[in-house]
């Protein structure tokens, strides 16, 4: 339902456009690693692998859990909570190494949270927190990079300019991009573990943002390894 809801709501507030890296696979028990900008982008995202055909378990924030209608249907579909700096944040890695498990896909943010910039622009993906490598150390699972731009045009800065954004967004209608790379395994300490999967996602979204023509992504080549935007 999730992902039904996302294809509906998403069209309406922005034009959709997906790419993704030749070998891109989304395999059942694969872990999906997204960066994070936006409250919009959760659905951008899930409306993205849902037009090829995948609709991954999403770890997010365990406030929504509380949000009328939307609390229901995340519990009902087996997304999992996860309580920010609580004793109980570890208790959600079980319950996606259980998804892995079973061969569902488990859609994760790394960083943990969103930026607090003010502006709509783009950006690199924050510094990440070692609950992916974990998890990847764990379970074996592969790691899918998904990069993600054009989400802060609908919604980002203060509360009521993230309101003004959602209302005049199906006026505006901004372009979206979600880019899917390759999978990789992760290997090495939690450390390299988690740089290795950052410089995947931030190479995902330099893709996904350079598509947008967006100006941060022409400061990037050399953090993602001299690579080039698939044309």
């Not at 999730?2 to 395999?27: C, F, H, K, M, N």
């Not at 901004?174 to 899917?180: D, I």
Request: net charge positive; charged share 20%; hydrophobic share 45%.
């Amino acid at each position: 339902m999730l992902s039904r809801i996302a294809d509906i709501l998403v069209p309406t507030v922005g034009r959709l456009s997906v790419t993704t890296d030749p070998g891109a696979e989304l395999a059942p028990g694969s872990i999906i690693a997204a960066n994070h900008t936006s409250l919009a982008d959760p659905a951008v995202v899930v409306a993205a692998l849902h037009r090829l055909g995948a609709e991954p378990v999403v770890m997010a924030s365990a406030g929504l859990w509380r949000v009328p209608l939307l609390g229901r249907v995340l519990a009902r579909e087996g997304h999992i909570p996860v309580f920010r700096r609580d004793q109980r944040a570890a208790a959600a890695l079980d319950v996606a190494a259980e998804a892995l498990e079973q061969g569902r896909l488990v859609l994760i943010y790394a960083e943990g949270g969103l930026p607090r910039r003010k502006d709509a622009a783009e950006a690199a993906p924050g510094t990440f927190h070692s609950g992916l490598a974990r998890l990847a150390e764990r379970t074996g699972a592969p790691v899918v990079p998904v990069g993600q731009a054009g989400a802060r045009r609908v919604t980002s800065g203060s509360a009521i300019k993230q309101l003004a954004g959602l209302v005049t967004a199906p006026l505006r209608r901004p372009n979206l991009h979600v880019h899917v790379g390759a999978p990789l395994k992760l290997t090495g300490d939690h450390i390299v573990r988690t740089a290795r999967a950052r410089t995947a996602v931030t190479t995902a979204w330099w893709r996904a943002a350079s598509h947008l023509g967006e100006p941060a992504a022409k400061d990037l080549p050399a953090a993602c390894h001299g690579r080039r935007p698939a044309r």
